[in-house]
């Protein structure tokens, strides 16, 4: 029976274990040689004194590659100066796959390596355990969300990625031939999560890939992203932000339980952020970034130096809530005495968005007349619009980025670090 | 607080309970109106005797244009004669969004509609207590995945779905534009996981969405869908057979116990398969195809026709195994004593096929010799190869059609009734 190296404990003293994995290095001291072996759990020695092993053992294990593949059984010793507390002494030791020489990137971060290298050569970045440990972690904070927004009545669903009409209107699109059509990629689930609305099942989550064909290449932007999305009918823009607050900061805690080891390995101590959080409106945050010296015309986004200096006043995670209502998509729901503001919020950390959502327009006229207000028209939203027509609840939702919120919850410097494969202006390989 | 009609009960009589839903039908006995109010979960008889409540309450009742949604408050009769055993006798009756009349589809279901007309306004044949049931049990059937293989061990991963390369050479593919590059929408995250595997993350799973350009239209096929795909190292063919009959059987057991409702809303009932699943091999395989008057020569992919002759042989559930190395795509791991044949696997419902797995050949001069042989250039799988370069573990792996499970499980007739928005050769919208 095959153990991971953490697995190994004071039961296993004196008894043979079995372990697979990477030979992360080799000591060799002559008549004594150690093997560090890695697996995604962690380390273990296994120590080799020429006298006591197996020869032809003692010589594979003395000239074996670093970072090939190796599956070993032997005798488990307890040995307070080996990594772990336990050391292995092998009695069969044999390498599955011989790795070549030299390795493109060093696995052991003796010779830090530009980002751009890493990536090229991610399946060898990715056995360094700080960066297995962000995956590790993103695993968690998946199954978290899902965990709760099960738990609070929501139903998973996929939608297409392949659609003919744009969300909000035709920027920022990929286009794909789809046999004789022009198609696009979905920059974002927001009409058929609210189509879901109309089809009367009231409360729905979607985790998928969003497309977005941004040219510019920041630190904060990727190509193709994870949307976590919800849509939930019979709620209004405070409910689901309600929502909202609640999933990350338990998200926190199910990180900080599940992930000790994890976030030891990357040197992190999580701080749960209290609900709830706080809300800005979108008129004090323009004051505030005014007395920091930065002006924003009222009915503009929020410029990055704008942000930064909202950030400094407030806590890790609050909203800006009430935007001008030409500021956001033409779905958001306007208040009825002040047309101008709508019901909308973005989530913050700092001064990265992380999350965006509004209560939207239920009623089919009001829709319209927005959808011509922001310049589009009606006829491109055929499938959409039919839906408010027959039956539609009054409904809120929003969408968070995964990327954003694992980036924001481990301070990681770029957004690539939080993906493994990222897409973005110059890189669609590997 | 809101209450879903199922959640109605003994506890509730005498008491007031707000309910929010859509008109499911108005019956109108001049004096004595009932209103069937429909949610997600069910039905509730909202009964109004003129005499008895608000004149203007009544009057609304009595106008009300089906699917209409409405905001219902009430005080809580049982009425053995209603359906669920209560009724509700309004309060306050609000109608949030009316309803435009005629309905472009019946949802009461009175006039069966075709396929079509029905995917055409999806968001109504969604408010279908039977068609909703199939997504709750979908909703259901994911979860169920997810805990299983977390439970196994498995990590879970987000691979990209604009890629450069093709995953089995060249066909099918839908290309996109990405800025100045072609690029294609991946058809299998094969190639990725197996790197993942070369990243030391030695178990890995992904529900995500594949793309397909296949130009035929079948009950059977869809060109956008959703692939269950798990790789894992120092695992075989065996191995990973055995964790996809366990998750099988699983979902079974979790959809029986966890959506009793919903089954019964479709009349169905379940029989968990045993496992474990029998193994018939090949060369069997077309053996009994043959007794059945279907000749099939070896090496070559099995024929509807020879399948539907084999499904009557065999349990609902059955693995084909041990393929012709040619029949199967070029990174499946050929037997040492016997290279034309491989520890590949396809597991079988009846006739129909719901996954294809094998154990994965890990040593790249052997992955370079068939890539060569089956006609392909090994320049064009760079980022992939490398990988096997630099201790790459042995691994295998399969991937399980979401919609074919969720299909075979309920015994639906069409692929595009196991999900929400089906995309095939015609249909692109909704």
């Keep these: 029976m095959r153990k991971y190296t953490s697995e190994i404990g004071e039961e296993d003293v004196g008894k043979e274990v079995t372990l697979y994995g990477w030979i992360h290095e080799v000591r060799d001291h002559g008549g004594l040689v150690f093997v560090i072996l890695r697996d995604r759990e962690g380390f273990i020695q296994i120590t080799l004194p020429k006298k006591k092993v197996d020869r032809e053992i003692f010589n594979r294990a003395k000239k074996v590659r670093r970072e090939s593949v190796v599956m070993v059984k032997g005798i488990v010793k307890a040995e307070p100066k080996a990594p772990g507390g336990y050391e292995v002494i092998p009695t069969a030791f044999d390498v599955l796959n011989e790795a070549d020489a030299p390795l493109p990137l060093d696995v052991a971060e003796k010779v830090p390596a530009e980002l751009d290298t890493r990536l090229d050569h991610r399946y060898l970045d990715l056995r360094k355990p700080k960066i297995q440990a962000i995956f590790r972690i993103r695993h968690c904070m998946l199954q978290s969300v899902r ?96 929502v909202l607050e609640r999933l990350v900061a338990r998200i926190y805690e199910d990180v900080s339980v599940e ?86 919020f973005d989530l913050m950390h700092g001064w990265l968005e992380l999350a965006s959502g509004a209560q939207r327009i239920h009623l089919y006229d009001l829709l319209v007349k927005r959808i011509e207000e922001c310049g589009m028209s009606p006829e491109s939203f055929g499938f959409y619009l039919e839906a408010f027509r027959y039956g539609m609840p009054p409904h809120a939702g929003w969408g968070l980025g995964a990327e954003r919120l694992l980036m924001s919850m481990l301070g990681l410097k770029n957004i690539r670090e939080a993906i493994m494969f990222p897409r973005d202006r110059h890189r669609l390989v590997p």
Tied chains: 1, 2.
């Design 147 to 242: 965990r709760f927004l099960c738990e609070e009545g929501f139903i998973e669903v996929n939608t297409p990625k392949i659609v003919s009409t744009a969300t909000e209107g035709g920027t920022e699109l990929f286009p794909i031939s789809y046999f004789e059509k022009e198609a696009f990629l979905n920059q974002s689930p927001q009409l058929y999560k609210q189509v879901l609305m109309g089809a009367g099942l009231e409360k729905v989550f979607e985790i998928g890939p969003i497309f977005r064909a941004e040219e510019h290449n920041t630190v904060r932007h990727l190509n193709e992203a994870i949307s976590i999305d919800i849509e939930a009918s019979f709620m209004d823009h405070e409910g689901v932000m309600d």
């Design 259 to 344: 992930c000790e080891k994890f976030l030891s390995w990357l040197d992190i101590k999580l701080d749960v952020p209290e609900v709830p959080f706080e809300r800005l409106k979108y008129d004090e945050a323009i004051e505030i970034a005014h007395e920091g010296g930065e002006d924003i015309p009222w009915g503009e986004d929020l410029s990055t130096a704008a942000l930064k200096i909202i950030a400094e006043h407030m806590d890790s995670h609050y909203f800006i809530v009430d935007w001008p209502t030409e500021s956001k998509p033409f779905y958001a729901m306007p208040y009825d005495d002040k047309p101008e503001v709508c019901k909308s």
